[in-house]
């Protein structure tokens, strides 16, 4: 009975009221489809390996980066774009996008609010980062000690291939943990860059990641020492603005023995007829006992109606539990991009080490997402869970493609994958690829599947009660993922519900 | 309150009429009954009425306190008061029941332009209409119908119906598949929300229902028209004799 006295439990149950105005209000269009008009400086188009030392000299990065990047690029040049993937898209040029990308007026930092270009200030407005952090965002000098509410999340935003700015170090420094941009940790921090940049996404992993290698521009850098629990959730946002721009950002995070912390990512990026790309690595370290929880809300451009135009997302994230009893938990909620492919990956090294994936992945009108996980269990007693969510609708393809492996040394190694995919319409495709390897007898590995329609009596029924179709297909479908929106901090479960019925607009009747 | 005029029906995608042509008037704070055989057009009678696809309406009108019902999508009909108690209530899983409800009474209230119910307001209404109904905490908190007994659906729908308070309230067999004490309990909750404004069309094979929950009306009907009509007496007459007698009169 207790729980009933608290509302805000009602989040977890479903779709919130809430949720469904803030979805009536938003009218169906993608919410967050402007562009900022800001005078930028660009690299010139393509990439060579002129282009990557200018990057490196804009970061003012020392030499080894430069040369590390180099060696990246030149590996770029021998290597070819997978085709394996479920996903059809016209040929990428690789020599028709513009590397690099930064607000002028980052150039130097401001003194004052007043010296910040506003059109800056609406973006982050828009994105719906308080004034403090708008503040310090835009580097404003003594943001820090201006007072606000106590929103206890950290914030760093990239704005096309720049971050521009990181809150509340200093409360972050107290704890020793270490939050800035990954330029910055390139310079303040070599020594741990030095260490683990890489070591989780080798250089040559993949054609995206290696082209990542040679180009990143920033991202987002996390240390947590050991026994800490960092003292509030980190967050980046990333936007894409400037046309023709690729993004390339790279986040590190390192948690050392016994530490425990949340991360979060947003994605956004402005309506274009054209398609944008957007190829990222994310590398995670996990040491003994540690905890990460990294959750993503891509919102990308996904494209319009007629397929036209959205980002091409291409992306790295793996997690290495190095650690024993070391443990990871994915989560992530995939509502935008054109084409999706992104595997983010658990390496269970440590004994005892866990991987977590939450997913849900939705592919409306013509989006096509190819998403999973790998779960590559090497300890012994390894755990893995895999929770898929995929909901099709309009004329998309919505492919799981999934690798549970269990290495000779992984004794007594245990996964659990379920995996549901829901139909909306006549028109659309949904596909399990699981991967199965499994080379000691005394692991076990499970795999269940289901595939569903959203049923017309479901939604009679929500409507006979009063509620509009839209609002019934965002209940239904919400009701679907459950499992995985729980596995959310709350923030950004209120969010993921409003994106999955902004998603879906338009997919019915 | 409900008037349905010549009512028409035929299936959408199969040229199968249904309904021939059906006159009905429920005034308001009365309670009607429908009895009838298998494949008379009950159920069609209550999916028609409250907006479920499928269906053409070919001739004829119904209406709500004067409102076309015909004329609006099945929320609108909602909204506007009517409710329809499903023979086979729908499973939502993963929705919890009270997110459902809120939802759905919200989802009414502001298409009418009232203001919302806080949580607070809410959760004190569910509670005590749940408790007359032996609804506990648990069953509010599981996933709408999901591994729900047939008592506790038809128990659920009427929990709905407490809290939607619609004027008029349709029950499609909602008798079917309970056992005694279900139907008592059933019954008690549509008993209690007998009042002036609110009028209930209660479609059942059986009298059993209607010995507690007491009709003003019963109307016969068959082959997709109502073929008799009278007051209770009617219903035990169907149950002492059966149909074949009242279609033997018609014919």
């Not at chain 1, 690789?94 to 270009?117: C, I, N, T």
């Amino acid at each position: 009975m207790a729980a009933l006295d608290r509302p805000e439990l009602d989040v977890k149950e479903g779709v919130d009221q809430d949720t469904v105005d803030a979805v009536a209000k938003l009218s169906g269009k993608y919410k967050y489809g402007w562009e900022t008009e800001i005078e930028m400086e660009y690299a010139p188009k393509g990439v060579n390996p002129d282009i990557v030392r200018l990057i490196s000299e804009k970061n003012e990065e020392p030499e080894w980066m430069t040369e590390w990047r180099l060696a990246a690029f030149e590996r770029w040049e021998t290597m070819t774009e997978p085709k394996w993937a479920m996903v059809n898209y016209p040929e990428i040029d690789f020599q028709d996008q513009y590397y690099y990308a930064r607000p002028k007026s980052m150039v130097e930092k401001p003194k004052s609010l007043d010296d910040v270009d506003p059109k800056l200030l609406e973006t982050y407005k828009k994105l719906g980062i308080p004034l403090k952090e708008q503040m310090i965002l835009a580097g404003v000098e003594g943001a820090e000690d201006y007072k606000e509410g106590e929103r206890k999340v950290a914030v760093d935003a990239v704005f096309d291939s720049v971050s521009v700015g990181t809150t509340f170090k200093k409360e972050l420094e107290k704890a020793g943990v270490i939050f800035c941009s990954i330029s910055e940790a390139i310079k303040n921090h070599p020594e741990l860059v030095k260490k683990y940049l890489g070591s989780v996404v080798p250089v040559s992993d993949n054609y995206y990641a290696t082209l990542n290698s040679a180009v990143f521009s920033d991202g987002s850098f996390v240390y947590i020492p050991p026994n800490t629990r960092c003292p509030m959730e980190l967050s980046t946002y990333f936007r894409i603005n400037a046309e023709n721009t690729g993004q390339f950002e790279r986040t590190l995070i390192i948690a050392d023995k016994g530490s425990y912390v949340s991360y979060l990512e947003g994605c956004t990026a402005p309506q274009r007829d054209t398609a944008q790309l957007h190829a990222a690595v994310v590398e995670i370290i996990v040491e003994e006992d540690a905890e990460v929880k990294y959750s993503t809300v891509q919102n990308w451009f996904p494209g319009d109606e007629n397929g036209k135009g959205g980002i091409y997302n291409f992306v790295t994230k793996r997690a290495d539990c190095r650690g024993d009893r070391s443990k990871v938990m994915w989560t992530q909620v995939e509502t935008g991009s054109a084409v999706t492919w992104k595997y983010p990956s658990c390496i269970l090294r440590g004994n005892d080490s866990q991987g977590e994936f939450y997913s849900i992945a939705i592919a409306n009108n013509y989006q096509q997402a190819d998403t999973g996980t790998k779960m590559i269990h090497l300890g012994k007693n390894t755990k893995s869970r895999i929770v898929s969510k995929g909901i099709s609708a309009g004329k998309a393809q919505n492919t799981y493609r999934g690798l549970v492996s269990m290495h000779p040394k992984a004794k007594n190694s245990r996964n659990y994958t379920q995996c549901d995919s829901l139909l909306i319409g006549s028109q659309c495709g949904a596909h399990t690829v699981p991967y199965i390897e499994v080379k000691n007898n005394s692991s076990r590995v499970e795999h269940e599947a289901t595939t569903s329609k959203v049923d017309d009596d479901q939604l009679f029924y929500c409507r006979q009660r009063g509620m509009d179709e839209e609002e019934a297909v965002a209940l239904v479908v919400n009701g679907f993922c459950k499992e995985v929106l729980q596995a959310l901090p709350m923030e950004f479960a209120m969010e993921a519900q409003q994106l999955v019925a902004i998603s879906l607009e338009g997919s019915v009747g | 309150m409900l008037e349905i005029k010549n009512l028409h029906v035929k299936l959408e995608d199969e040229d199968k009429q249904i309904l021939k042509g059906v006159n009905l008037t429920v005034e308001a704070g009365k309670v009607h009954a429908i009895m009838g055989p298998n494949g008379s057009g009950k159920s069609t009678l209550s999916y028609v009425l409250s907006g479920r696809d499928g269906y053409e309406v070919t001739d004829g009108e119904a209406t709500l306190d004067g409102a076309d019902l015909l004329d609006l999508e099945p929320e609108e009909r909602a909204a506007a008061g009517l409710f329809l108690a499903f023979q086979y209530p729908v499973e939502i899983p993963g929705v919890g029941n009270l997110t459902f409800l809120r939802t759905a009474v919200n989802a009414q209230r502001k298409a009418r332009g009232e203001e919302e119910l806080s949580s607070a307001d809410f959760l004190k209404v569910v509670r005590e209409r749940a408790k007359t109904l032996k609804i506990d905490a648990d069953m509010l908190k599981r996933p709408v119908n999901v591994g729900f007994s047939g008592g506790e659906k038809k128990r659920n729908e009427i929990l709905q119906m407490a809290m939607l308070e619609p004027k008029m309230c349709i029950l499609d067999e909602t008798d079917s598949g309970l056992d005694v004490d279900a139907m008592k309990l059933v019954s008690e909750g549509v008993n209690a929300l007998r009042s002036e404004g609110r009028s209930f069309l209660v479609i059942t094979h059986y009298q059993r229902l209607l010995d507690h929950i007491k009709p003003d009306v019963v109307h016969i009907m068959a082959n997709g028209r109502i073929i008799k009509t009278g007051g209770p007496e009617l219903a035990l007459e169907v149950e002492n004799n059966g149909y074949a007698d009242l279609l033997a009169e018609v014919e």
